[in-house]
């Protein structure tokens, strides 16, 4: 019964989504070990002539190295930069782990190379195109942050990608591109106040009143704060 028992409870995590399910989390073992530990009872480990003393002491010695183990261990779950350090020491052959500990150090040249490092593991990793393209515009690099977001959106449909394109086309005098951009990530998250106040003002840049108007009008309703100089410029 101990078998079944093992495979039964991984089955779920079998059926995870490729993207969900590519670190290998320990945590996802807490309950199919079980069933190990019913095959382990079994064998020759408890089924044997030792003496109950001895048998004892050894229990006792094994519990005290799983213990040391173990503290020693949970250093690694003190933060999220210890974590993911871990991870990329354990799994250095790891896209996914290496583009987290990018994102959460603090050494701009370190980060970099770890980001370089998972794109030449797996340029497709979920959301490494998003964040590096984030890190790009965080610095100002805002051109050449466009081809990441493009990346992102063509291989996970990721929306975020749109709201940072937008300022992209800025950047490129596309009033229109930019328009497009902010239109398709309101439709995903149409209260997000930043993208909202934009797509106003560019209304209004390329006059077209009307829609401004119909966007305040919309905005006002939902509660979200209009700027005062779109409102003089509407005469609202």
Known sequence: SGLPWFQSLLVPVALLPDYLNLPDFEHRLYLPIIGIFLVLS??????NRFKDKTILTAGIVLACGLAIINFRHQKSFSDPLAFWSQAVATSPGSAYTN???AARIGDPKE????FLRAYSLNPNERFLNFIYGFMLQSKDSVLASEKYFLAEKKNTGYYPCDFYLARVDMEKKDLPGAIASLEAFLKKEPKHPLANNNLLFLYIDTNQPEKAKALA????????????EALKELNM
């Open 111 to 114: 980060s970099d190379s770890l």
């Open 99 to 101: 583009m987290m500990l």
């Open 42 to 47: 079994q064998t020759v480990l408890f089924h």
């Open 217 to 228: 009008k919309q905005m006002q309703q939902e509660g979200l704060n209009v700027s005062p």
